[in-house]
């Protein structure tokens, strides 16, 4: 039985939706109808919704690839798996359409039923162009490069440099912290506020920073009772 | 299978075993096509045989800075399309016999070629060649892809600027989730005096951000423009410092280990490089 892929245009470009099954049936199914309707879709934006495929880079990138032989540019990758979405995010695709999107298919209530959804641990380093974009709290191990952005609901804690642009409690949690092995972002936001890097220390600390009294402060990241 | 065009991205049954390197940047305007050249002529000066791909699409000039512009007759997209045998898009360098170009075609797009034309591209002239150097246009978009699709190896060219580090960050970003790298890098356009002065980023400022292997420090030389406007590889000239880091460049990616080049302005240069060196010192 082949795999179902519905097409649909929507403002953005065509928004194809692909039904469960093994992968490799599932992207045969794909460049089947890419084949079939070739002329409908040649030079089309293509935004794919994966819903729970988990998908890897060399896996997505070679499907880009293949759609690329069909003229089709994939534009976004939609999905409920944050491995998905990051690997895509890593890839340069946008994870998100803004308008035109259907009413039949819900926002995937940010990853709801998803296990350990509130935690996302990031193990390489974010480098320009790449960007997290999390409701929970972010780890990151290894550094997070200018031009790098993470946005979390929750606290960013990285285990590395941080000089990219950081939002913590992006939904407006005030308690949120931020801590790094070196904390020099071009940016930091919490909640509201915004703080942006004192000029260059010569020896960098750990630091946590987090808000008192509406202003964002930061101190020695170290053990209670082991500070300064 | 209703009629699918086969259009199979397997490299597996590749004929030969040539190797293919793409030079790319990100930015624009750093140094990639007179990278592309020069390394291309400095592995054939050293007896490889060599093919140069111009994959900058619309905006071909690597033509112009190997000085063969005047003698070509197809190009890639020719040869992609079936206008052409492989052979008779290759053009063959006068000076040295080992090196040939297939140079881009100016009147097209990116468009016209797809990352799996390149692998296909690639793989026919692995039995051909020992080296393909492909010369990737700016940018993130298709023509990039197209050039790193067939690629082995990957040499990331960057200018000692906060501008042109940041989109080599970015690239090598991409090529990490490509599973491509690891990519290795050059910096070009270095002036040592500048450094000294904590006017220009220093290497190892860059070293410490893109975290991925030095292959090649290259001076700022006035040399080298002269060289692109007359068409003659820069390693051709045995006074120019350019031209000896290009021709360094060229043996370390064969394979050779070879001491980095001093600096000459900055004594303290080199020692403090030698901590990101993992070979050569
Ligand atoms: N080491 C150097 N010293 C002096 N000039 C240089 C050096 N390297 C490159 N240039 C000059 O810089 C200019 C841009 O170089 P080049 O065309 O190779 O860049 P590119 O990365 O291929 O550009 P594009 O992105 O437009 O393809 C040329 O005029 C070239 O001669
Ligand atoms: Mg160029």
Same mark, same amino acid.
């Given at each position: ?228 | ?112 070629? *797809? !990352?799996?034309?390149?692998? =296909? ?8 060649? #020992?080296? %393909? +150097? /492909?010369? *990737? !246009?700016?940018?993130?978009? =298709? ?8 690629? #082995?190896? %990957? +040499? /990331? ?125």
């Amino acid at each position: 039985m082949r795999p179902t892929v519905q097409i649909k245009g929507i403002r953005e470009g065509l928004l194809v939706t692909l039904g469960e099954g093994m992968w490799s049936d599932v992207q045969t199914a794909l460049l089947q109808e890419v084949a079939e309707k070739a002329s409908f879709f040649r030079g089309a934006k293509l935004i794919l919704d994966v819903e729970n495929h988990i998908l890897n880079a060399a896996t997505l990138g070679k499907l880009r690839d293949l759609l690329a032989d069909f003229d089709l540019s994939l534009w976004a990758v939609l999905s409920h798996s944050p491995t998905t979405e990051q690997t895509a995010q890593m890839l340069g695709l946008a994870t998100r359409i803004h308008q035109g999107k259907p009413e039949d298919s819900p926002e995937p209530a940010n990853e709801a039923g998803l296990e350990g959804a509130d935690g996302l641990l990031v193990r390489r380093t974010l480098r320009s162009g790449n960007s997290i974009d999390f409701p929970g709290h972010v780890t990151v191990i290894g550094d997070v490069n200018p031009g790098a952005e993470i946005i979390a609901g929750g606290d960013v804690v990285v285990w590395g440099r941080l000089r990219g642009l950081v939002h913590a409690g992006a939904e407006g949690d005030t308690s949120a912290v931020v801590c790094a092995l070196d904390l020099s972002p071009t940016q930091l936001r919490i909640a509201g506020e915004i703080a942006l890097t004192p000029p260059d220390r010569k020896q960098p600390r750990p630091e946590k920073a987090f808000l008192r009294d509406g202003q964002v402060v930061a101190e020695a990241w170290s053990l209670p009772g082991n500070e300064n | 299978m209703t009629g699918r065009k086969k259009s199979s991205n397997n490299s597996s049954e590749a004929a030969g075993n040539g190797k293919v390197i793409t030079i790319t940047s990100g930015k624009g305007g750093v140094g990639k096509t007179t990278a592309t050249a020069n390394l291309g002529a400095a592995l054939a000066a050293e007896g490889y045989k060599v093919c140069c791909i111009d994959g900058d699409i619309g905006l071909r000039n690597l033509d112009v800075v190997l000085g063969l512009e005047n003698r070509i007759v197809y190009d890639v997209v020719d040869v992609i399309e079936g206008r052409c045998k492989l052979r008779q898009a290759m053009i063959r360098d006068k000076r040295l016999p080992e090196l040939y170009l297939i140079p881009a075609a100016q009147t097209r797009d990116k468009s016209a070629i *797809s !990352p799996s034309d390149m692998v =296909r591209l690639a793989d026919e002239l692995r039995g051909e060649v #020992d080296y %393909i +150097v /492909i010369d *990737s !246009p700016a940018g993130i978009e =298709r023509g990039f892809r197209n050039a790193i699709a067939p690629a #082995d190896e %990957i +040499v /990331i060219i960057t200018n000692p600027e906060v501008s042109a580090v940041r989109d080599a960050d970015r690239i090598i970003g991409l090529i990490e989730a490509e599973q491509k790298g690891p990519a290795k890098l050059v910096i070009n356009r270095l002036n040592a005096k500048m450094v000294q002065r904590g006017d220009m980023l220093a290497p190892e400022d860059v070293l410490e951000l893109l975290a991925i292997e030095l292959i090649g420090l290259v001076p700022e030389d006035e040399h080298v423009i002269v060289s692109s406007n007359s068409g003659s590889p820069i390693v051709l000239n045995e006074k120019s410092r350019a031209g000896q880091a290009f021709r360094n460049i060229a043996k370390r990616l064969a394979g050779q280990t070879v001491p980095f080049m001093d600096m000459a302005a900055d004594d303290g240069l080199l020692n403090r490089l030698g901590k990101f060196m993992g070979r050569g010192g």
